[in-house]
Structures are given as structure tokens and as C-alpha cells.
């Protein structure tokens, strides 16, 4: 039985037997829906384009919906334009409007077909949640449209084709046929969930964190990437220099600079003082020869990039050597390059760069004055962009280390193992942890980076350079991440990383069951989720691992990628009919698919379907809406034993 004062809290929003006996008809009726489709992507690396047009097709499930409608009813030129409207619609309209005769004609041919597809999809919904989801200036008239089925009756199809007629004689077709994709956009997809990597080689990752900020249900189980941007937003100086480092690396500044209003000319100018004659032939941008962008700038970028990489070197040896419970003081490299005939050798290696002029071999770690300066600028910056600021709440409010959701769990790159698949005992700020216990308390880490004070913040933040470059960081795990051995020296040992056994033994299905048990999921049920590790498709890699225990749906979706995977990402799809593994190519351009109807070509590797429909009382959603129903009939029982008063 609820206490009491539970259920006297209850009561103030259910006041009377009747307000009950309503909630309990509705939670009952929605138990028995088909459970809504989640879609599972991975590794996004700031490809905002290919990620939106992911969202907008569901990985080819709008187009299902079509042919399921319509079938043989439509020739496929036909298809193709409607999916292209219902992908994007205001600029579909547009073109049309350059093309077609008769806009009247179009507009009412449109407006039923969408319709009908919207009534494909929403059928799987409660009326009350589709009609929460309506624009209020036409959710009425949507509504009529909808739930008008009976059209073999004469005087009901009379009634829908009036409603049809109407609207385009008022001048709103373009308004409401709009509004009607977007409603398929909202419920073809009921959860999406981001298997970490938003940041990283593409220039979009603003773009896409916009585009999920309009999305209805989204969480985000965090990626080193987005961990090292993370970091570097709330304010860890060595992670903000990494963020710059990578950027102006692989030319992807436009996330700084337009994407968050980062001012730059103040690195550039130090740059262009401190190493105005250096040719910095190993820091050219990558690619920098194919890239338009760079044709001018590519000197300077160069000296840009070198600036911040010794910063960046420095201010990691700082935090390094202040916690030396992370045994990484291999990865403070600065102190160990020694003067030999002249030369500075790592190892007894000759560097491959001689001019060092900001580092000072008594102190190597300290930033010169100007240095220091620049940081703090950088600093500023950071801390003011508001939208920067805003997307941080998001990954905070959205994100976490790991989800248990409907059978799955879902990480970025790793849990932590020994070479015998038992779990890694390590320190996380203090206290010695492995399994569920670590990701839990690496979680409440990253969240005190952010919402602690004091000293315990302070500790929180430097711990966010370790989750990006640390041996048992569950977002990294390799032996040691060799940076500076890449630049400074010639490809060979020193540039070695090696994975952590994780790598090797999640191919295992014992090891992926022990790992599901240790989530508290069943280990002949439940499956694994994650990405970081591209699937090299090309040399016949699956990311099916395990036996199906484990799906590895990093594909690709950024192009720098896509000559090692061979394709363009992977994604995931539950719903109420089972799983789909699916597999995409290359996305055209966003014009081809306006004008063209173009589409993600997407190839089913998996669908596994039991043939018994799975429903909400199946789910997680389940289990909370029948907790819902047993305190409501507590609370029924007590509104008519006399327990409580009726109002």
C-alpha cells in the first residue's frame, strides 16, 4: 500500500473517483499501443548534413511508410517526390512553385497523400500525444483531416474534400502541408538516441545540436570527442587548446568561428610574432592542398596550429604531474626532450622540429607570458558564447556515461576489462572502482566538472584530460595516446597505441553476456550498443559482433572516415515488430534532394522480427505506467473506502 502523504499528492491532481477512473481507462488503453521506433546512430563528427537528412528519412522508414501506402498505386518518380516533400518541405514547395501549372492541382493531390501517411504513422499513437505534437494554429483542422477514415461514405468524403478545398482557398496549403510532414518527422521516430561522437572532423556539430534541440525525445551517452569539447566548454585549459589543436588540424574551424562566434585573430596574431619566419612544414593543416578554403591561408594556419600544440603540450604536463595517481608521467613529454650537438632529440631521436622558442628547458611546462594571455582570451571567448554555453547545458541535461533502455545498453566506446575479461579495478578521483560502479562514478565526474564547487571541481574538470587520453578511461582505453611522438617524430614504435582488451574480448558472447549481467539486463535477452571503433566494412568487418550480442554502429557518417569504413554510417532501429541493422551510403547533397528526390540508399543487414507485436506494456515505459495504474487504484480504493475525501 502507498503511504499516505503519497497518495494525498496524488489526489491533488486526481481529485475525485472519476479524474482516476479516466487516467486508469487512458494508461490501460496506452499499454496496449505498439511500442514507438527508437533510432540508434553513432559517430557523428559534425556531418550535420548527412545526420539531418538521417532524421528526416528515419533511416528509410518514411520511405517504408510510403510504399506500404501506396505500393504499386504510385510509379517510383512519384515516390521520390513525395518522400523529398515530406523530408523538406518548405523548400520543396518552393521549387515547386518554379515548376508546376497548376499549384491548386498539386496542393490538393499533396495535402491527401501526406495525409494519408501521416495517418500510417500515427496510428501506432495515442489522439491525446498526436494532438500535443499539432501546431495550434492548424491542429484543429489537422485533426479533422486525420481522423476522417470512413471516405466511402459519401457525405464524410464530401466533408474531408470541403476541408481540402478550403484550405487552399484560404491561401494556408503551403502552412498546413507543411506543418503535416513535420508531424511525420516528430512521430516516425519516437526516441532517438546519439551513441556518442556529435563533435570531431566535420564542420556541422553546432548545426546538429540546433537540430536536436527541436528534437521531441533524444539522450546523448557521451564520446571521447564530445568529452574533450565537453571539457574545454566548462573550462579545462589543456582540453580548450586540444579543441583548437584538432580544429585548425583537420580545417574545421567554421564550428569555432561561425558555429560559436570564437574569435581566432588573437592565435593568429600570436602566431604570426612568435613564428613569423618558421615555415612549420609538419604543421600544414590536413589535406591542405585539396582544400579550396586553405589555398590562401595555409601558412598561417600552419603557424597556428603549431602555436597552440605547444600550448596545448604544456598545460597537459601541468595537469599530468599535479595527479600522479594517474600514472601518465610518460605522457608529460616536455621535460624529457634533452639538448644533444645542438639538437633537441626525444630518446636519443632527432625531433623533427628544432624551433621551440616559447619552451624553457629549465621550466618547460610554464606558459610564457604572451601565452598565457592568449588562454585567457580564449578562455573568455568560450565562456561567453552563449550558444556554446547553451549546448553544454544540452550535452548535461541529455547525456550520460551509459543507458539502460528496453533491453539495451548503450555506450560510446568501452567498459574497462582485465586480458582475463574481468572487470578493470580503477581510480576514479579517489575511489577504486570497476564495472557498473566505474561508469557510474565516472558519470557523477564529468556532471561535478560542471555543477561542483571548490576543489572537488577543480579535481573534476582535470579528470575530464584523463577520460579523453587515459588507459582505463571507458572512453578511450589504449595504453597511452601519443600526440606529441606523431608530430615530433618519424612514423615507427614511438607512434604506437595500443587498445585496451576490451577491443578484443567484446567479440566474445560470454563476455557481452557478463557485461549485460553486470548492468542488471538479462544476458540471454539483452544487447549491447556502441560505436567509437569505425567498422572497416571494406575489409570485411560486421557490426554485428558476438553473435548479435553486441552491435557496433560506427560507420562513417563523416567523410574523412568513409575511405576506411567504405560506407557512410550505421544505424539501428527498434520497433514494434523487432530490430533492423541498417547500413547507408554516401549522402548526395541536400539540393539533389530537394530538387531530384535523391535519397540515402540504405541496405537491411539485420531484421530480426519474432512475429509477435511488441507493445508499450512490453517496455521500460511499460513498467512506469503500470506503477502509475497500481498507485491509482490505491488511490480509487481510498476515494471510495472513505480514506481520503473526494472534491
Request: proline letters at 3%; aromatic letters at 8%; hydrophobic letters at 40%.
Amino acid at each position: 500500500m502507498q503511504d499516505e502523504r503519497y497518495l494525498r499528492l496524488l489526489g491533488e491532481k486526481f481529485p475525485n473517483s472519476q479524474a482516476v477512473i479516466s487516467e486508469l481507462i487512458n494508461l490501460r488503453a496506452i499499454l496496449s499501443l505498439p511500442k514507438g521506433t527508437e533510432h540508434f546512430v553513432s559517430d557523428l563528427h559534425g556531418a550535420s548534413l548527412a545526420f539531418i537528412h538521417m532524421i528526416k528519412n528515419a533511416s528509410g522508414v518514411v520511405r517504408k511508410k510510403v510504399d506500404e501506402v501506396y505500393g504499386s498505386r504510385m510509379d517510383e518518380e512519384e515516390k521520390r517526390a513525395l518522400c523529398a516533400l515530406i523530408y523538406y518541405p518548405d523548400e520543396r514547395i518552393e521549387y515547386e512553385k518554379t515548376v508546376q501549372a497548376d499549384m491548386t492541382a498539386w496542393y490538393k493531390l499533396r495535402l491527401t497523400q501526406t495525409v494519408e501517411i501521416a495517418r500510417a504513422v500515427t496510428i501506432k499513437y495515442s489522439r491525446s500525444k498526436v494532438h500535443k505534437l499539432l501546431p495550434p494554429d492548424y491542429a484543429y483542422i489537422i485533426k479533422e483531416l486525420l481522423h476522417e477514415t470512413n471516405l466511402e461514405q459519401h457525405d464524410r468524403n464530401t466533408y474531408y474534400h470541403a476541408i481540402i478545398d478550403a484550405i487552399i482557398e484560404t491561401g494556408c496549403a503551403a502552412q498546413v502541408l507543411i506543418a503535416i510532414c513535420y508531424l511525420i518527422h516528430s512521430l516516425t521516430i519516437d526516441t532517438l538516441h546519439i551513441v556518442g561522437d556529435i563533435f570531431d572532423r566535420g564542420s556541422g556539430a553546432a548545426k546538429i545540436l540546433d537540430v536536436l534541440n527541436t528534437v521531441r525525445d533524444y539522450d546523448i551517452q557521451w564520446g571521447n570527442h564530445d568529452i574533450e569539447w565537453m571539457g574545454a566548454m566548462a573550462g579545462n585549459m589543456a582540453l580548450l587548446a586540444t579543441v583548437l589543436r584538432v580544429s585548425i588540424r583537420y580545417a574545421n574551424i567554421e564550428t569555432l568561428e561561425e558555429g560559436y562566434g570564437i574569435n581566432l585573430l588573437p592565435l593568429a596574431n600570436f602566431a604570426m610574432t612568435v613564428y613569423g619566419d618558421d615555415p612549420c612544414t609538419i604543421w600544414q593543416t590536413k589535406d591542405f592542398e585539396n582544400n579550396p578554403r586553405l589555398t590562401r591561408s595555409a601558412q598561417l594556419m600552419a603557424k597556428m596550429h603549431k602555436a597552440i600544440s605547444i600550448i596545448q603540450f604544456k598545460l597537459e604536463g601541468q595537469t599530468v604531474l599535479r595527479h600522479p595517481e594517474w600514472h601518465m608521467d610518460d605522457r608529460a613529454v616536455l621535460h624529457q626532450l634533452t639538448m644533444d650537438n645542438g639538437q633537441w632529440t626525444l630518446d636519443g631521436q632527432v625531433i623533427l622540429d628544432q624551433n621551440l622558442p616559447t619552451i624553457d628547458p629549465k621550466d618547460p611546462y610554464a606558459l610564457s607570458k604572451h601565452e598565457q594571455d592568449l588562454m585567457n582570451q580564449l578562455a573568455r571567448s568560450f565562456r561567453k558564447s552563449e550558444k556554446m554555453q547553451k549546448h553544454l547545458r544540452m550535452l548535461y541535461e541529455h547525456g550520460s556515461l551509459y543507458l539502460v533502455r528496453n533491453g539495451f545498453l548503450l555506450y560510446h566506446a568501452a567498459i574497462p576489462l582485465n586480458a582475463d575479461g574481468s572487470f578493470t579495478e580503477a581510480d576514479v578521483c579517489g575511489e577504486r572502482v570497476s564495472g557498473k560502479a566505474l561508469m557510474d562514478r565516472t558519470d557523477a565526474i564529468i556532471r561535478q566538472a560542471y555543477y561542483g564547487e571548490g576543489k572537488a571541481k577543480q579535481d573534476a574538470l582535470d579528470y575530464m584530460l584523463y577520460l579523453w587520453e587515459g588507459a582505463n578511461s571507458p572512453l578511450y582505453n589504449k595504453d597511452k595516446m601519443t600526440t606529441f611522438e606523431r608530430y615530433f617524430l618519424p612514423k615507427g614504435e614511438a607512434w604506437d597505441e595500443h587498445k585496451g582488451a576490451y577491443f578484443t574480448l567484446a567479440d566474445d558472447e560470454e563476455v557481452c553476456k557478463k557485461i549485460l549481467k553486470e548492468f542488471g539486463l538479462n544476458p540471454a535477452t539483452g544487447r549491447i550498443v556502441n560505436g567509437h571503433v569505425p567498422v572497416r566494412t571494406i575489409k570485411g568487418e560486421s557490426p554485428m559482433r558476438a553473435n548479435g550480442k553486441r552491435f557496433v554502429i560506427d560507420g562513417g557518417f563523416s567523410k574523412p572516415y568513409q575511405e576506411k569504413t567504405g560506407i557512410a554510417g550505421y544505424t539501428l532501429i527498434y520497433n514494434s515488430h523487432g530490430i533492423q541493422l541498417v547500413e547507408h551510403e554516401s549522402f548526395e547533397s541536400r539540393e539533389q534532394a530537394i530538387l531530384s528526390g535523391s535519397d540515402i540508399h540504405n541496405r537491411t543487414l539485420l531484421q530480426d522480427f519474432s512475429g509477435k507485436r511488441i507493445r508499450i506494456k512490453d517496455t521500460d515505459k511499460g513498467k512506469e505506467l503500470l506503477e502509475q495504474i497500481e498507485a491509482l487504484e490505491q488511490l480509487l480504493q481510498a476515494y471510495r473506502t472513505g480514506i481520503l475525501r473526494e472534491r
